[in-house]
């Protein structure tokens, strides 16, 4: 099946800095949503944003959506050692029932 | 607390020995998933079920068999488990009324 991809595939910067990943998907959605997983752990919900809607904000998360160019970005502003994770996107082309994930970026903050 | 069980959450056993990963949530999610995790393949979706009695395969279901005789749990069943059936499981489960799926912590199993 179709998968998102995000990219870059893996992603290193000083704590302090933004961090900005991105993920592009192939078929018209009606939500993108963005997971975050800590090492071999489970993945845990961060932040959803509809297809109507082109920029949404939770704390330190901005995420943007521009489904013409079928791409999302997350950006993690002021970065912490704690956001050291790999980050998924999760795509739902045919029901919020099957999502449709990318690989992953990987992320690491250095201290 | 609201949450997805699995077990066990480390797993290592030889090609051809039956075997079950048992899933649980507490949250009395409709929707109840597994998912399969190897290295730059992001997730892949095994089976899924949208209630009791109602389940359907998802991307990769060769190889394995799920069952859905309760609304809470959702157990995956290896028959006869192969040496590429070695990944991470991820069982998840959502709601009608949330987009959002809960993760389990994820079950490791090597089979040799």
């Known amino acids: 099946s179709q998968q998102g991809e995000e990219d870059p595939q893996a992603l290193s910067i000083q704590e302090g800095e933004n961090a900005t990943m991105n993920c592009s998907y192939k078929?018209?959605?009606?939500?993108l949503q963005w997971y975050r997983q800590n090492s071999g752990r489970g993945l845990v919900h961060l932040i959803l944003?509809?297809?109507n809607e082109r920029e949404k904000h939770s704390g330190r998360l901005r995420v943007t959506l521009d489904t013409s160019k079928k791409s999302s970005s997350l950006l993690i502003t002021a970065s912490r050692a704690a956001d050291t994770a790999s980050y998924f996107c999760?795509?739902?082309?045919?029901?919020?029932?099957?999502?449709?994930w990318g690989a992953g970026t990987k992320l690491i903050i250095k201290p | 607390e609201a949450q997805v069980t699995q077990n066990p959450r480390y797993l290592i056993t030889v090609t051809g020995k039956k075997l079950t990963v048992t899933c649980s949530q507490n949250?009395?999610?409709?929707?109840m998933s597994w998912y399969r995790q190897d290295p730059g393949l992001g997730l892949r979706q095994i089976y899924y079920?949208?209630?009791?009695?109602?389940?359907d395969k998802g991307d990769v279901p060769e190889g394995y068999k799920v069952s859905r005789k309760e609304k809470r749990n959702f157990p995956l069943i290896l028959e006869s488990p192969s040496p590429n059936q070695t990944s991470l499981y991820f069982c998840?489960?959502?709601?009608?009324?949330?987009?959002?799926?809960?993760f389990g912590p994820g079950t490791r199993l090597t089979v040799l």
């Open positions: 079920s949208m209630n009791v009695e109602v389940t």
């Open positions: 078929t018209s959605i009606n939500n």
């Open positions: 998840a489960s959502s709601s009608p009324n949330t987009d959002t799926q809960y």
């Open positions: 999760a795509t739902d082309p045919y029901s919020n029932y099957q999502l449709i």
């Open positions: 944003i509809r297809s």
């Open positions: 949250m009395n999610h409709e929707y």
